[in-house]
Structures are given as C-alpha cells and as structure tokens.
C-alpha cells in the first residue's frame, strides 16, 4: 500500500468514526431532550386541581355575564346554553373534581390540622352540597325552549349567589387549602396522586377530559357571544387632574 492510500485509510478510519460518535451523542440529546420535554408537560395533582377549576371559573363567568341579560331580556339568553353550562358543573366540577378528588384526597388530610386551612373542609363540603342543589335548579328551570320573566329574575338571583359562594370558595381553595394540602403530602405522594388523578380522570371521561371539558366551555362562550376576550377590556379610567 502506497504511503498516500494508507493516509487517506487513516482519513476515512477516522472521518467514519467521528460520524458515528456524533449520531450517538445527537440520539442520546433527542432521547433526553424528549425527557425533559415529558417531564415539563407533567402535570402535579396540586396543579390539577387549580387548572380544574379554571374551567368552573369559566362557567362562573358565564353564569355572571347571564345575569344582566336575564333581567333586561329574558328571551336573549338561550336556555340551552345555560343547562349544557349546568351540566358540565355538574359532570366535571361536582362529580369529579369536588367528590372523586376534593372530598376523598384533599379534604380528610388537611382536616383535625394545626393551621388555617383546617378549619375549612367542613364549610368547603357544605357550599359543595348547596352548589349541586343550585345546579338541580338551574337544569330543572333551563330544559324549556324560553324563560318567562318571573322565572328568569329568579334565575338570575340563583346565579348570583352561586357565582359569589364559589368565587369565594375557589379563592381560599387554591391560596390556603390546596397549599396546606400539598405541604403535608410526604416525599413523592404528589406524583403518585397526580397518576391517580390521571387514572380516575381517564376512567370518568377517557383521555381527554381536561380538553373535553375546556372544549365545551368554549362552545358555550361562542354560542353566548363570550369568545373574545377583548371585549371585557375596560376603557382607560379617567385622568386624575
């Protein structure tokens, strides 16, 4: 073998494995990258929690925006609306997130406690119980085609205060008991729960009920004009002199 072919073997020798080193260490980055990619969309049981009752906030406010129009045009808001509203509360706020996961895994630990948030479970049940009479009466009223006038005033004042109770009620929940809550749970109980949040979800709504739901909130907001966020922008408030 000429010195120049021996030199461009070594070339090749060297070029071929120096490929190879990189198409390892480029599959060992895709392989953690994905990793770290599944770790980061991981959601906690204590995150759960709260982003399930950003869908129950989200019929609040469609409960809150009904109101008004109840009182000023009874025949403006479809009652149709209002009883898929009522049913999805009861399905995936009353059923599931309340009974299935609040009053089974929440409420028992942080109760008979040291701390503020011991204090509340009781009070929390009661408002939970009162919530699913309101929401009986809200699909009871709304199965018609049309509300008279009587009946939607006193629809409106049945929204009213279940929108106060559980505005009140989910502002304590995530600022004082579901923190409480999570700092009891011992080391590695949190992704435990969060699997076994996952794991009832699932048996309950298949797959998607997280999206299923936000899905039909959405539907809900579209069919009573609420799907623009811009429009709840306030005007600038006036200057100050």
Known sequence: MSEREGTRREFLIKTSAAVGAGLVLSSCGRREGAAE????????????????HGVLRRILLIYAEAVPRLRRDPSSVPPDALQKAAQLFRSFGEDYHEKALEEQYVFPMIKGRNGPAASYPDILIVQHNRGREITDYIISVT????????????????????VKMYEHHSAREDTVVFPAWKALLPEGQLEELAEKFEEIEHQRFGSDGFDDAVKQVSEIEAALGLSDLAQFTPPSPPSVK
């Not at 990619?37 to 399930?52: G, H, K, W, Y």
């Not at 018609?144 to 009213?160: D, F, N, R, S, Y």
Request: aromatic share 2%.
């Open 143 to 162: 199965r018609g085609i049309k509300l008279g006038t009587a009946q939607a005033e006193t629809l409106a004042g049945v929204l009213e205060g279940f």
């Open 37 to 52: 990619r599944e770790r980061a969309e991981e959601v906690t049981a204590n995150e759960d929690l709260m982003r399930e």
